[in-house]
């Protein structure tokens, strides 16, 4: 009966809230559902038709899309399983990856290095990924053909130049690694302006006292890689600007983070809690889940701890699903401190040190980001809530026609701008964009709660032609769902970031202009 009762209680609950809401983006293509085997056994999948009827109205087009991240009840009763062999506070963190674990990872991050297509042709890639998959062995972490390939016949051969012909030919740009750096149209070596903003960092860093607003005036245009951790830290408000305190601060708040971890982390399975430890566990998967770094069973712990601790001690809000998200830039940069390829690195392989440093930073900055937004998280949501309206009074004001055509085919901003105000756009730019962003973020004040609805805003003006190109409500959901940011890099995002700082010129002071 015990066992029973464990195992409904990992079954999908209607009470527990969960996502079941499609999770599209530049991180996040759209799967194809033949591949998740999402539908019933007797029952053909349905793909896109155009020759279908489309659909009218926001409900038809909600029913008719596909969760992309349905957890099925084979994938709870595995995770309870493997959660009687958990133990509650680990006197060290350790990996319980294994080889086949490893494996898939690797296929993930090969598939996602490839490019999102149109909807018809992405279904074909995917399917043709599984059979390449199938051929191939791994050596040494790196993907060989298998010798079963010589016996391709030319026919197939041809079929396969031919399809590679006519796909667009566009740079593969790493999701994390070079974030600092990388531009559409690669990482282009250090000039001489780089230089000297560096050395510019570094002298502020190293004074006795660092002066804040100075370090927040140069980090506006980004920050070099070689002093973001640091930056980031003082940035945040995390470190003190007095630099004989910071070694002491750190150890102090290192140790306080671990300490919650003692007290609180094993009440995860109590009755009061363990809701929200379900919701933690199911959302970790799906953060970041084409970058291979954020599939290590290391990680998804690590950022586990860090949620259930962060949604104890916050009740007024506790856990929502997206906050999952903004703890992987913080992660990342302060991996980045002790790794150059990011991406693919076993963190693992580092030392037990490193690795709790890296947790405890991680913990400290995202509630010091939390902090100025925990209204977009409470009951209802409310500052979301007035993000969004406040977007769509300032389109009206910016842009009356693109506003004009959402009124003409029923297209509410709520519908895809939640997401962007709840996941700071995370969903929508690949980390190496977000990162950068970031950068502007910490440097301007209110930037998370004020300075990214500007943001938001510049960056739907961007998609302008593309938005008035559709004519259908179908249309347009899928298009704001699916923006193709994939190649972005530190040149777009800083256009975006200029054109964002105009429109708040313009309006922030300006009521009237804010009114229609």
Known sequence: MATENRINFWRRNAKVPGSVQPVYGAQHPPLDPRL???YPKDTKPKFNNPKSKKASSFHEFARSTNDAWDIDEEEDEDF???QAQTSSLPSGLHSSSTQNQQQQQNQVGDAGTRESHSPGTEDQDLLDVGEEDAECEHVNGKVVKSSSDVHLNTSSVRSTLQKQQSLPVRPIIPL????SDQNASGAPPMTV???SRLDKFKQLLASPNTDLEELRKHSWS????EVRPITWRLLSGYLPANKERRELVLKRKREE?????????HSRTDEHYKDTYRQIHIDIPRTN???PLFQQPVVQEVFERILFIWAIRHPASGYVQGINDLVTPFFVVFLSEFVKDVENFEVAALPLDTQRNIEADSFWCMSKLLD???DNYTFAQPGIQNKVKALEELVSRIDEDIHNHFKRYEVEYLQFAFRWMNNLLMRELPLRCTIRLWDTYQAEAEGFSHFHLYVCSAFLIEWRKEILSMVDFQGLLMLLQNLPTIHWGNEEVGLLLAEAYRLKYMFADAPSHYKR
Do not use: C, D, N, S
């Not at 994390?176 to 974030?179: H, I, N, P, W």
């Open 257 to 265: 983070y671990f300490g919650f971890i003692e007290q609180y982390y």
């Open 80 to 82: 309870l399983g493997t």
């Open 372 to 374: 100025g937004i925990q």
């Open 222 to 225: 980004g920050i070099p890689r």
């Open 176 to 179: 994390v690694a070079r974030m």
């Open 36 to 38: 998740r085997r999402t």
């Open 193 to 195: 302006r780089e230089k």
């Open 289 to 291: 889940p084409l970058i």
